[in-house]
T-cell receptor, first 113, second 111 residues
Framework: KAGVTQTPRYLIKTRGQQVTLSCSPISGHRSVSWYQQTPGQGLQFLFEYFSETQRNKGNFPGRFSGRQFSNSRSEMNVSTLELGDSALYLC????????????FGSGTRLTVV | QQPVQSPQAVILREGEDAVINCSSSKALYSVHWYRQKHGEAPVFLMILLKGGEQKGHEKISASFNEKKQQSSLYLTASQLSYSGTYFCGPDSSGSARQLTFGSGTQLTVLP
């Protein structure tokens, strides 16, 4: 059974640019969540999508957006990148109903220079 | 608001026991625990539900005190493979769709 796949694994961008990260959940999983992980802040919730709809959103500025496609794949976009956006971005999926655990992907390491 | 985990770091020898605590300022429906090894994705360990039900890991136990809004993870007879950073993710919504994780407890098990 394939796990959660995130692409690309590493990314270097310049301040002011925009970036799109991709996440393919486990087959059958309809919920996809995104987290930002930094050394000092731990795992910060960005947003959660289920059946192409954003169900929950964390406290991040509007520069952070996402979407989910009909095949449950999800993308996250960050516009006007700032140095502070450098982080590991993790995607996690589950079936989307009930209280169940998440399966995380290995993440995309974004460095903004 | 992030939950508070303690201790921040712990070092122990193989075979020793450890307890990791997680406190929240909000009333909780469930508490989720994950372990992340260096350079890897966080891995689901268990969920503790209001009312006492537990889902997940067979070898690691945990408790959930709803009144105190606290959870503790008990690692007994630690193995080298237990090393990693442990995160708790309390859920105050009931849906478990928006977890707020603590900053983690770094556990190192030495031979």
């Amino acid at each position: 059974k394939a796990g959660v796949t995130q692409t690309p694994r590493y990314l270097i961008k310049t301040r002011g640019q925009q970036v799109t990260l991709s996440c393919s959940p486990i087959s059958g999983h309809r919920s996809v969540s995104w987290y930002q992980q930094t050394p000092g802040q731990g795992l910060q919730f960005l947003f959660e999508y289920f059946s192409e709809t954003q169900r929950n959103k964390g406290n991040f500025p509007g520069r952070f957006s996402g979407r989910q496609f009909s095949n449950s794949r999800s993308e996250m976009n960050v516009s006007t990148l700032e140095l502070g956006d450098s982080a590991l971005y993790l995607c996690a999926s589950n079936i989307g109903t009930g209280v169940v655990g998440y399966t995380f992907g290995s993440g995309t390491r974004l460095t903004v220079v | 608001q992030q939950p508070v985990q303690s201790p921040q770091a712990v070092i122990l020898r193989e075979g020793e026991d450890a307890v990791i605590n997680c406190s929240s300022s909000k009333a909780l429906y469930s508490v989720h625990w994950y372990r992340q090894k260096h350079g890897e994705a966080p891995v689901f360990l268990m969920i503790l539900l209001k009312g006492g039900e537990q889902k997940g890991h067979e070898k690691i136990s945990a408790s959930f005190n709803e009144k105190k809004q606290q959870s503790s993870l008990y690692l007994t007879a630690s193995q080298l493979s237990y090393s990693g950073t442990y995160f708790c993710g309390p859920d105050s919504s009931g849906s478990a769709r928006q977890l707020t994780f603590g900053s983690g407890t770094q556990l190192t098990v030495l031979p």
